[in-house]
């Protein structure tokens, strides 16, 4: 049997998006700078696929521009912001995404910001008092802090963020990459200056994806070489790849609903069955109202060969992760767990699932799981 259940590494293609990227494939293939026919039919899909996403995540569609997906979206508002703001103070947590953490880093060994990180509790919460705290009276700040966690499902309360950052004037980013396609974003009245999307988080294409930029927020481009994504983002667009992500954006806010409802029946399930099923197993993170329902983060038992667990689980047909697919196939731990002080001699594994995860798959999982741990 093969089971899947790292969805929120990727998903698998819908087969809506597949045909509507193959019809584009076949159709749109002049350049959308062009001003022939051919490239103004290329550009009438592009500006299609744009008022789409916007009308969904209710954000006029001069706020919407395609890129190549979650860390290059990151990338284009914390550079820019620095770059283009002035602003040299950073709030952010330890648990961020590598690539919000690792560029914010990267700005404060050379010099160009002074980065803060705020405290987090046990189950992955940041300390939004610390942060007005931080905020009040200091200089002009941005504050980079995720929607969900990717490794624990976590999920950070960021209309409260927004409230705050606006009262302080600060500039407020979130990686939204786990939640876009997820959950209903409406902004419009969010707060938000800066979010991100990534089509292959639901079951669109890898490659694409997007930035939301408010329109009080001026900023210059993060790839320069063309006047495309209206000066924003240089290069010809990947006109397949937004094709695809808009197909795809279209489809979850269309099945949000009963998705969510099937996914969250799913995670419950794995959870009531883990506990039965092994002994000392807990979960890691928030969990109910305060959790993305698709990803569940588990604290299994000490044992010998901990380290083979992902292995013993490929070779049983069970595709999982032992942290962020971005740590997937290295001997680096987990900044997350390290961050919420999760006792390092407990193997974690986090499953994350998708519309197509089924309670037979989940049940083959808990028993092969069981044969490994439990001896």
Not at 190 to 200: E, N, Y
Request: hydrophobic share 40%; net charge negative; aromatic share 6%.
């Amino acid at each position: 049997m093969k089971v899947y259940l790292d969805n929120a590494a990727s998903t698998p293609l819908d087969a809506e998006v597949i045909r509507e990227m193959t019809r584009a494939m076949e159709e749109y293939y002049g350049n959308p700078s062009s001003i022939h026919a051919h490239g103004r039919q290329a550009r009438s899909v592009i500006e299609k696929a744009r008022r789409s996403i916007a009308s969904l995540i209710k954000a006029a569609p001069s706020e919407v521009f395609f890129t190549s997906g979650g860390s290059e979206s990151d990338n284009t508002a914390i550079i820019g912001t620095v770059r283009d703001l002035g602003i040299r103070r950073v709030i952010s947590s330890p648990l961020e995404h590598d690539a919000v953490i690792h560029t914010l880093q990267a700005l404060q060994a050379r010099g160009e910001i002074e980065l803060i990180l705020l405290d987090v509790d046990a189950k992955g919460n940041v300390d939004l008092i610390q942060l007005e705290t931080l905020l009040n009276g200091a200089e002009r700040s941005f504050v980079s802090l995720m929607h969900a966690n990717n490794e624990l499902g976590t999920l950070t309360d960021i209309r409260r963020v927004a409230e705050l950052c606006h009262l302080h004037q600060a500039i407020f980013h979130s990686d939204t990459v786990q939640t876009m396609g997820h959950l209903p974003f409406n902004m419009r009245d969010q707060g938000l200056h800066f979010a991100t999307g990534s089509a292959h988080k639901f079951h669109g294409p890898k490659g694409t994806g997007f930035i939301y930029i408010n329109s009080d927020v001026k900023i210059g481009p993060f790839v320069s070489g063309g006047s495309q994504e209206r000066n924003m983002r240089g290069g010809t667009e990947n006109i397949y790849g937004i094709v695809g992500l808009a197909k795809a954006f279209e489809l979850a806010h269309a099945e949000m609903e009963a998705t969510a409802a099937h996914i969250g029946s799913i995670k419950q399930h794995t959870m009531e069955s883990l506990l039965a099923a092994i002994p000392g197993v807990s979960f890691n993170g928030e969990l109910g109202e305060n959790s993305l329902y698709t990803v569940l983060n588990v604290s299994l038992p000490e044992m010998e060969m901990a380290d083979m667990l992902l292995f013993n689980l490929d070779i049983a047909g069970i595709s999982a992760s032992s942290g962020s697919a971005c740590s997937s196939g290295t001997n680096i731990g987990s900044h997350v767990l390290d961050a919420i002080h999760a006792n390092p001699q407990r193997p974690a594994m986090r499953f994350s699932f998708s519309k197509l995860t089924t309670i037979e798959e989940i049940d083959y999982m808990v028993k092969t799981l069981r044969e490994i741990c439990v001896k």
